[in-house]
């Protein structure tokens, strides 16, 4: 088959996730011609799965708290959050005809929970707006010349940007486009990119078949949750999280798991302890489980004088011997302090989202790439990570704005110089 001819483009943008399209959003607000380019048959398909146990747009909570929860990166999403923030989200969603609320949590859903009708919405305005899509359209890296290669239903074609906004996510649920096939091709152009890792992920710990088998996806409620970070910084936190056939998730978990995650990296299996009743002291725990249990088993005298059984108690058998259970002092104690050795993060294709990934160091204010000028990247491909609760897609969108805006202001100053 002969190739097909190049064809030349003033933007693309690579990636239709919700980073990608707010690129496009961006850049065609300002006037520039925007072609979309889309591995998969439809574009926002991650988009599509974070909606499905209820689309949580972004997080409620004061703007100072909100930044902090990118942790080493808070600086540099901060930055990009003070153009574009959880109220301006909020505004955007509105402008869509998709209104937002708040919820118990401080997390921010679409009144219909739904992510499917705002990414309808918000594609037939792109489309009204004159931003071509090209699904089936995957990039795979860059022709000697500088030209981009992308593999067509119809062969392999050469296409020349003015400038480029790659915005092809992370490493995780590869299945829905995002499969970091990118990380080499960025490497060898001189960009610095950190291996992409699991993040809001679970951990393998290793239970007995019974744990396993009668409690796997039990969840676990509430709990607090003490661990110690590779720094040696002591972090506790109460929330829910999930047991596992292999481990345990979760959001208590995932809010933790970058800390685990690189704890596990610097020491080996990391020890966290969780308080299965966070409502009863230390003191009343010992005091009731030493009450005479007469003829009553001990599962039920647990179960009596501190209110645990399921899953909980389960886990109690999980780490004490039959002594060791039947004994006050220590079973109250390790209600207050069960510890759970875990072993390693679950892969990353079964993770929420990813860390690692283009370092912002290589990159100027508006997300261009200093060694590849004309190129911007953004959204979970760029190295920062945050929990669950809206964080995640917030930065996406940020990023993608910014993005966008960068690559309008470079063809127009590329333009102005060719005609002065
Ligand atoms: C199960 C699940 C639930 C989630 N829930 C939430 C939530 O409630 N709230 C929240 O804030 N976040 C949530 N997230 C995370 C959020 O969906 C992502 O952070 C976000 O979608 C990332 O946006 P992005 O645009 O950077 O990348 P993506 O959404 O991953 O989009 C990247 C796009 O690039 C395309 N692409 C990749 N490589 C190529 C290539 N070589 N050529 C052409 N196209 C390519 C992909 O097909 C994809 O369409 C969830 C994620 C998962 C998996």
């Known amino acids: 088959m002969s190739p097909l001819p190049p064809t030349h483009v003033r933007l693309a943008i690579i990636g239709g996730g919700p980073a990608g399209l707010m690129a496009a959003e961006t850049a065609r ?27 949580n747009l972004t997080h409620g909570e004061p703007k100072r708290e909100f930044v902090q929860r990118y942790g080493a990166r808070a600086r540099e999403v901060g930055a990009w959050l003070a153009a574009f923030d959880a109220d301006d989200l909020r505004e955007w969603a509105r402008g869509l005809g998709v209104e937002t609320f708040v919820g118990t949590s401080g997390r921010v859903f679409p009144s219909d929970l739904k992510a499917a009708p705002l990414l309808r919405g918000w594609v037939h305005r792109l489309r009204e707006s004159g931003v071509r899509f090209h699904v089936h359209h ?16 119809e062969g392999e074609r050469a296409i020349r940007a003015d400038a480029v906004v790659l915005a092809l996510g992370g490493g995780s649920w590869p299945q829905l486009g995002s499969d970091g096939a990118w990380q080499p091709w960025l490497a060898d152009r001189g960009v610095t990119v950190t291996p992409l890792v ?33 720094q040696g910084r002591e972090h506790s936190r109460q929330g829910e999280c999930v047991i596992t056939a292999t481990g345990i998730e979760g959001s208590l978990i995932y809010a933790f798991s970058g800390l685990l995650r690189d704890a596990i990296a610097a020491h080996g299996p990391t020890t966290i302890t969780l308080d299965l009743a966070p409502d009863r002291t230390l003191d009343r725990l010992r005091a009731d489980l030493a009450r005479p249990r007469g003829s009553r088993s001990m599962s039920e005298h647990l179960r009596r004088q501190s209110g645990l059984a399921g899953v909980k108690a389960a886990l109690l058998h999980e780490v004490l011997d039959r002594d060791q259970f039947h ?20 892969p990353i294709e079964e993770a929420i989202s990813s860390g690692g990934g283009v370092r912002l160091e290589g990159m100027d204010e508006h997300l261009m790439l200093n060694a590849l000028p004309g190129v911007f990247c953004a959204g979970e491909m760029l190295d920062w990570e945050a929990p ?8 996406c969108f940020a990023s993608g ?20």
């Open 198 to 230: 699991p993040s809001n992920c679970g951990f393998d710990i290793g239970w007995t078949d019974h744990l396993a088998s009668r409690f796997g996806g039990s969840p676990l409620k509430p709990v607090v949750i003490h661990l110690r970070d590779a």
């Open 401 to 420: 704005r910014l993005a966008g805006l960068g690559a309008s202001r470079w063809i127009h100053r590329s333009v102005e110089n060719r005609t002065t």
């Open 138 to 153: 995957r990039w795979l890296g860059w022709h000697a010349d500088g030209s981009l290669r992308m593999a067509t239903p």
């Open 388 to 395: 669950t609760g809206g964080y995640l897609l917030t930065a």
């Open 29 to 55: 607000a300002a006037g520039i011609e925007v072609d979309v380019f889309e591995a998969k048959g439809s574009v926002g398909r991650k988009f599509l799965i974070a909606g499905k146990g209820g689309m």
């Open 327 to 346: 004994d006050a002092e220590t079973l109250a104690r390790t209600i207050k302090r069960l510890p759970l050795t875990l072993k390693q993060a679950r």
